[in-house]
């Protein structure tokens, strides 16, 4: 099974990373989040043919409940669940709340698990802080128990706590911090074609 667009559009060796489309979430509902920002600024750094589209609807997602899990869920969470599916690779920067991921992002992730968009789903997470070391840990034991297939290497950690959107961009455009997010994301695309021409072979 490949995932989202790729399964339709990408044929390995023809189109390369044409039409390759990565949803990011931001795990901070906050309006200056520094992990919103950081997303926000990879937006603009991907080569052509890729797109990274921000998930804003987070707090739109209705607490989990299984007795309400099925195909006929709030429209909140169908909307989720298809960006998910058709999303060829996915990227999460979350900040940790109390040692833990925060509700917002767990409650949507639980949305999914009967679904299975994460399922064989290349995943980078990319963290706006080193020290949020228990959320990173949980956020992987989730991400794995839902089958994503995270890239590691496509990892990247970057102080960005306490500073002001404004110091934020004007931190990241430096060429140092671009190299590092063009880097990730250039790591990332790669990730996801050869997950794809994989699981392609397997099929
Ligand atoms: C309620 C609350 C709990 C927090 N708990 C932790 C924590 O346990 N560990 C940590 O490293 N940071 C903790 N923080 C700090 C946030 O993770 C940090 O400020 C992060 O950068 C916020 O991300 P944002 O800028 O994207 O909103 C906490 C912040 C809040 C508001």
């Not at 979430?25 to 052509?48: E, H, K, Q």
Request: charged residues 20%.
């Amino acid at each position: 099974m490949m995932s989202g667009a790729l399964r339709d559009e990408y044929r390995p060796g023809s189109k390369g990373i044409e039409q390759m489309n990565i949803l990011a979430i931001s795990g901070s509902l906050r309006a200056a989040s520094s992990n919103t920002v950081l997303l926000r600024a990879m937006v603009n750094l991907v080569p052509d043919g890729v797109q990274i589209s921000l998930y804003e609807r987070l707090a739109d997602i209705p607490p989990f409940n299984p007795d309400l899990d099925g195909d006929d869920v709030a429209e909140a969470v169908k909307d989720f669940r298809l960006q998910l599916q058709e999303a060829d690779g996915v990227l999460i920067s979350s900040p940790e709340y109390a040692h833990g991921v925060p509700g917002v992002l767990k409650n949507a992730l639980d949305w999914d698990v009967s679904s299975g968009g994460l399922y064989r789903k290349p995943l980078a997470l990319i963290y706006a802080s080193p020290r949020g070391t228990y959320a990173q840990a949980a956020l992987t034991e989730i991400l794995n128990t839902m089958s994503a297939r995270i890239v590691p290497e496509a990892s990247a950690t970057i102080e960005l706590m306490g500073k002001k959107p404004d110091e934020i961009n004007a931190y990241l455009s430096t060429p140092e911090m671009t190299a590092i997010l063009v880097g990730a994301i250039e790591i990332f695309i790669s990730a996801i074609q050869t997950l794809c021409t994989t699981q392609a072979s397997l099929n």
